[in-house]
Nanobody, 116 residues
Framework: QVDLVESGGGLVQAGGSLRLSCVAS????????MGWYRQTPGKQRELVAGIIRGGSTKFADSVRGRFTISWDHAESTVYLEMNSLKPEDTAVYYC??????????WGQGTQVTVSS
């Protein structure tokens, strides 16, 4: 089992930056990939950025070039660095871990609000 705890959300003005953190605990050695997703009311949860254990990353088109994802294996923490934030980035951001090939764990979510 893998447990995730996110932090770092908050209120920021458009053009500003935030860094989200996701700390994993439990069977961390079995984690193959981690990702950040976001969700707004009435919409499906969407992938923002993902990273695999080998370091390859992927990003949603809407955030590519503005967001960076990184994985500190020593600290069992995945970071989402968000720059040039826009009001449309406002959402609840969730961290997800994929482990033991078919298992998934989700964090509780952290609110990001970007004011115009």
């Amino acid at each position: 089992q893998v447990d995730l705890v996110e932090s770092g959300g908050g209120l920021v003005q458009a053009g500003g930056s935030l860094r989200l953190s996701c700390v994993a605990s439990g069977s961390i050695g079995s984690i193959n990939a981690m990702g950040w997703y976001r969700q707004t009311p009435g919409k499906q949860r969407e992938l923002v950025a993902g990273i695999i254990r080998g370091g390859s990353t992927k990003f949603a088109d809407s955030v590519r070039g503005r967001f960076t994802i990184s994985w500190d294996h020593a600290e069992s923490t995945v970071y989402l660095e968000m720059n040039s934030l826009k009001p449309e980035d406002t959402a609840v951001y969730y961290c997800k871990a994929e482990y033991m090939s078919v298992q998934e764990s989700w964090g509780q979510g952290t609110q990001v609000t970007v004011s115009s």
